[in-house]
């Protein structure tokens, strides 16, 4: 077949690669399989929500509105294609999304089509998961998000505080953390009661202002350590924070 003449010249010659990867109807048939376990709308729901956390069928139940044998017809269905996977802890079976590559990209996938292609609620982000009435707020409007949820913004926090001189991009901490970039933006707003952004920024002027106290480092040294790697742009967030430069900052404060 590689040699073999198409039956229509256009000019343009089909290489051997594609001929052949398009002659191997196995792969494509691994490919439908995969994707008709998502063709239901309930399924998919069931599988996307199971990438961000781990749940027993009754909480599935619950925030998915469906029946108990409903929600355990496509767990067996998601299990058998090697989308989830299950534990048994007594009584109670928890099921989450098995660690495969391809399990990944599907999510991905699901999360990119989601914030193209599905309708956005007032304030412009997708609502990930009904709020549950369980939960109790406990700082500023966490309450009305599930505690996974919750839990993964807290270690969202965890690692960008310890890391104050590395930037990550929302897209970066949404695969690492298997959730939502609506979902974290909005989640984390709501537990620290400021943007991802903002909150982080305050931190970063935090540890600036203390090693402008507390060390002889270079304001450049500094700048890096916070992660501003142009030092004039650290400066003026800085004054726009403080109303002083870095310099006036240390000046001020040796001069007290």
Same mark, same amino acid.
């Given at each position: 077949m590689e040699n073999e003449a198409m039956p229509h010249d256009h000019g343009e010659e089909i290489s051997s690669h594609l001929r052949e990867a398009a002659a191997r109807t196995e792969s494509f048939r691994t490919v439908s399989d995969m994707f008709k376990l998502l063709a239901d709308p309930s399924r998919a729901r069931i599988f996307w929500l199971l990438c961000h956390c781990e749940e027993c069928v009754v909480n599935i139940s619950y925030l998915t509105d469906m029946t108990s044998p409903a929600v355990s017809h496509h767990l067996r269905q998601l299990k058998d294609g090697g989308l989830?996977?299950?534990?048994?802890? %007594?009584? !109670?079976?928890?099921?989450?999304?098995?660690?495969?590559?391809?399990?990944?990209? /599907? &999510?991905?996938?699901? !999360?990119?089509?989601?914030?193209?292609?599905?309708?956005?609620? %007032?304030? %412009?982000?997708?609502?990930?998961?009904?709020? +549950?009435?369980?939960?109790?707020? &406990?700082?500023? %409007? !966490?309450?009305?998000?599930?505690?996974?949820?919750? !839990? @993964?913004?807290?270690?969202? &926090?965890? /690692? +960008?505080?310890?890391?104050?001189?590395?930037?990550? @991009?929302?897209?970066? /901490?949404?695969?690492?953390? /298997?959730?939502?970039p609506s979902s974290l933006k909005e989640t984390f707003k709501a537990v620290y009661g400021k943007s991802l952004a903002a909150h982080i920024k305050e931190h970063r002027m935090e540890l600036a202002s203390e090693l402008l106290r507390g060390t002889d480092l270079s304001i450049a040294e500094i700048a890096e350590r916070v992660g501003y790697e142009n030092q004039s742009k650290f400066s003026a967030e800085f004054k726009k924070q403080t109303g002083k430069l870095p310099s006036e900052y240390r000046r001020f404060l040796e001069a007290h």
């Open positions: 989830i996977v299950s534990r048994r802890e %007594g009584k !109670e079976v928890y099921y989450k999304a098995a660690s495969a590559e391809q399990v990944r990209l /599907l &999510h991905l996938m699901m !999360e990119k089509t989601m914030e193209i292609s599905c309708p956005e609620d %007032g304030d %412009g982000d997708i609502r990930s998961v009904p709020e +549950l009435p369980e939960l109790d707020a &406990h700082t500023g %409007g !966490e309450g009305r998000y599930p505690a996974e949820q919750v !839990e @993964t913004v807290r270690r969202v &926090h965890e /690692l +960008l505080t310890e890391n104050l001189d590395r930037r990550y @991009t929302i897209e970066e /901490l949404s695969r690492r953390f /298997l959730i939502n």
